[in-house]
Nanobody, 126 residues
């Protein structure tokens, strides 16, 4: 059974940084990719970034240049370093797994992701 546990959320002022972690168990990075999503109150879930084992990454335009996704294969953990945070980045952030072959040219659509974590709240104050 795949299990994902996010951590690292919190309250930060605009311009600040946070690093989210997604600790995964029950799967191997060889076959899967990991994506980060976020959902703000009253808004649809939005894809943020994704990463494959070979290091290929994609980002939403809204976070390019500010967020960096990375992975530690030995720890089966994916990180999302978030810099220059803005109030509009406020949301619950989730990580999820998807079969790696879906990740071609862009992050796969959210409906292709199968296992999801419980989420971690990120709040950016102005």
């Amino acid at each position: 059974e795949v299990q994902l546990v996010e951590s690292g959320g919190g309250l930060v002022q605009a311009g600040g940084s946070l690093r989210l972690s997604c600790a995964a168990s029950g799967f191997t990075f060889d076959d899967y990719a990991i994506g980060w999503f976020r959902q703000a109150p009253g808004k649809e879930r939005e894809g943020v970034s994704c990463i494959r084992r070979n290091g290929i990454t994609y980002y939403a335009d809204s976070v390019k240049g500010r967020f960096t996704i990375s992975s530690d294969i030995a720890k089966n953990t994916v990180y999302l370093q978030m810099n220059s945070l803005k109030p509009e980045d406020t949301a619950v952030y989730y990580c999820a797994t998807v079969r790696a072959f879906f990740m071609v040219g862009r992050c796969p659509a959210s409906n292709l992701f199968r296992s999801w974590g419980q989420g971690t709240q990120v709040t950016v104050s102005s």
